[in-house]
């Protein structure tokens, strides 16, 4: 089996540093030449050829004027040789007319400056400057010019010279001056890369770990940065995606306990009638119960069954209520008709309970939706009402407001305190359990009129106090109102007086 080739691994720090330090030393580099470019060629040599190339016009204005004393021009070589710079006129020829005594010191010297001198005699042009004997030590700077020395017949060459070897000394010491300031300003330079590229590697190290415990669930992760850039962005983003992470996985984990509880519901509300059913059929078929107990028998028996289709039913609606499959048949019916056949129906249980059942609403108004729907949604809030009232009446009462048909159903009954009323439209929610179980209910009830209504593009409200009632309010918009707007002015209605309302589930 062939190996996998190990490859140096640069971090990303390694990576910032290094281009940051390229660029600086590049920087350094390219400074430090042009600095020394400029010190020796703008500054220094061209000042010394200024100098020089005055002196010849100086020395040129001596010998070429006639009112000039001859005492100027030794006075002016006396001054030159405390400057340093040395006169020769040579004729064009070669002859040497001219020439500073001790010129450049040895005799041997002296000697090769004038033979370099004479080279240059055809090339020479006034105000022109050149440098001869580069290739010792102490290369010499030449300002040459054209003059007519008075009494003179031929032209001739004047040309003033300076030794360079101060100003190489001046350059060098400059030189050195500028490579320790490029290595002060490495060492600060040095510093401020490695804070920068530790700065930027440690904010990414930081996303980078943040993103590793994201991954690995811990969705409360979050990244403190104060950066205003880039870094600082992706961080914020970072942080967003971390709260719509963890929304969801609370959501999931939420969604997660709901599926268990409500397979812990199912699987109980199930088990509830099918151990009765079971007890009962084994003490039929063993002969030992009198004819007076086995019609109890089969009446709890057929009770029992009824609540299991029941149930079985209302498990398939809430199923294709959330999975979109139910089917609404809307059309527009008299409100006062579908509580008029819903009282009807539940008279017989209300009656049992010595409640009353009373209607308070207009022949006119119309209720829009799909027809056994809207039976249904009423009928499950009586029933939930009658449940939970003793005494009293139970109002079934509809308005119109904003354009919404407004149904309100009333009791007074138990009530709920504030927690029941934030759950009453929970699946499977009991806000009396015992008393549920009782009547054979499953808390299914008010989670499909919930449902329903939201199907219809409506909503419905609770309003309930312990010990006095509770009040359904549903909202259904009529056919000329959208949703949106229905969902705006439903909330704009004041909410009636508490004592009608309902408590269950």
């Not at 002859?95 to 005594?101: F, I, P, S, V």
Request: glycine fraction near 8%; aromatic fraction near 6%; proline fraction near 3%.
């Amino acid at each position: 089996m062939q190996r996998p080739i190990i490859r140096f691994r640069f971090t990303l720090f390694q990576r910032q540093f290094l281009s940051h330090l390229l660029v600086a030393l590049l920087l350094l580099a390219l400074l430090g030449t042009a600095f020394t470019y400029f010190a020796r060629h703008q500054i220094i040599e061209k000042n010394k050829g200024k100098e020089l190339l005055d002196t010849t016009r100086a020395v040129a204005r001596i010998l070429q004027r006639e009112d000039v004393p001859s005492g100027v021009l030794a006075n002016y070589r006396s001054f030159l040789k405390d400057r340093n710079i040395t006169i020769v006129l040579m004729s064009r020829s070669g002859e040497l007319l001219e020439k500073d005594a001790g010129l450049m010191g040895a005799s041997g010297r002296s000697k090769q400056v004038l033979d370099s001198l004479r080279q240059q005699l055809w090339n020479a042009q006034s105000d022109h400057t050149f440098v001869i004997e580069k290739e010792t030590a102490d290369p010499l700077m030449v300002a040459s010019r054209s003059v007519k020395p008075k009494g003179k017949k031929e032209e001739a060459v004047l040309f003033a010279i300076s030794p360079m070897r101060g100003l190489n000394e001046t350059i060098a010491n400059m030189e050195q001056v500028t490579l320790m300031s490029m290595g002060i300003a490495f060492v600060f330079i040095l510093a401020v890369v490695i804070w920068l590229s530790r700065g930027t590697s440690r904010a990414v190290l930081q996303i980078r770990r943040a993103a590793g415990r994201i991954a690995s669930g811990q969705y409360d992760t979050r990244i403190g940065t104060k950066r205003t850039d880039e870094l600082g962005d992706l961080a914020r983003e970072f942080n967003t995606m971390a709260d719509q992470l963890q929304l969801t996985s609370d959501k999931l984990l939420l969604a997660e306990t709901r599926r268990r509880q409500f397979l812990s519901d199912v699987s109980h509300e199930l088990r509830t009638p099918l151990t009765s059913i079971r007890g009962l059929v084994e003490a039929l078929k063993s002969g030992i119960v009198t004819a007076e107990e086995s019609s109890k028998a089969y009446t709890i028996i057929e009770k029992e069954t009824i609540r299991l289709i029941r149930l079985i039913n209302e498990l398939l609606d809430i199923e294709k209520m959330q999975t979109g499959q139910i089917t609404l048949h809307k059309a527009s019916y008299s409100a006062k008709d579908i509580l008029e056949i819903v009282a009807e129906t539940m008279e017989v249980l209300a009656a049992q309970k010595r409640l009353r059942l009373q209607i308070d609403c207009p022949q006119t108004l119309i209720w829009h939706g799909d027809y056994d729907r809207l039976i249904q949604i009423a009928m499950n809030i009586v029933k939930n009402a009658i449940q939970f009232s003793d005494f009293g009446t139970i109002r079934l009462a509809g308005s119109e407001y904003g354009g919404n048909t407004v149904i309100e159903i009333s009791d007074q009954g138990s009530g709920m305190t504030p927690d029941e009323r934030e759950r009453i439209f929970d699946r499977f929610y009991k806000a009396d359990p015992s008393r549920s179980r009782e009547k054979g209910e499953n808390g299914l009830g008010l989670f499909i009129v919930k449902q329903l209504t939201e199907a219809h593009g409506g909503t419905v409200e609770a309003f309930s106090e312990p010990g006095i009632g509770t009040t359904f309010r549903l909202f259904f918009p009529t056919p000329q109102q959208t949703n949106d707007d229905a969902g705006a002015e439903t909330g704009r209605l004041p909410p009636g007086p508490v004592p009608d309302s309902d408590a269950g589930a």
